[in-house]
């Protein structure tokens, strides 16, 4: 499965391009684009801005990053040793996640211990 990563993916054989010119030509020069396979990204958002700062908890990278492995907290549970009920709490955030603990999920969960700090 694929890691998740802290941004984009960089990709050598991708360009993102920016331009200034009248607004009644921008429609035009982003049809142009398009028929040379370029997508229009004007109107995305990054995702941080979708998720209120307190949505951005560890036990919320936790439910992800489990999600991700497809991996049960019974699953999680067998391969580090910690307590069903105690990923159960972190995820709910009861429970905090100390680094030692941090570094367990990380190694299980294929991801940097530093998304649960």
């Not at 492995?69 to 699953?75: A, G, L, V």
């Amino acid at each position: 499965m694929q890691e998740l990563t802290s941004g984009h993916p960089i990709r050598e054989d991708l360009v993102e391009l920016r331009f200034v010119g009248p607004v009644e030509k921008r429609n035009h020069a982003v049809d142009m684009l398009k028929s040379l396979g370029f997508v229009d990204i004007s109107e995305s958002v990054p995702w941080r801005e979708c998720f209120m700062e307190s949505d951005l908890t560890p036990g919320a990278a936790l439910i992800g990053a489990r999600g991700k492995e497809n991996m049960t907290q019974r699953d999680l549970a067998k391969l580090t040793g910690i307590p069903q009920r105690h990923i159960s709490e972190m995820e709910n955030n009861k429970r905090s996640i100390g680094k030692d603990m941090a570094k367990k999920l990380g190694k299980a969960l294929k991801i940097s211990y530093r998304v649960f700090l």
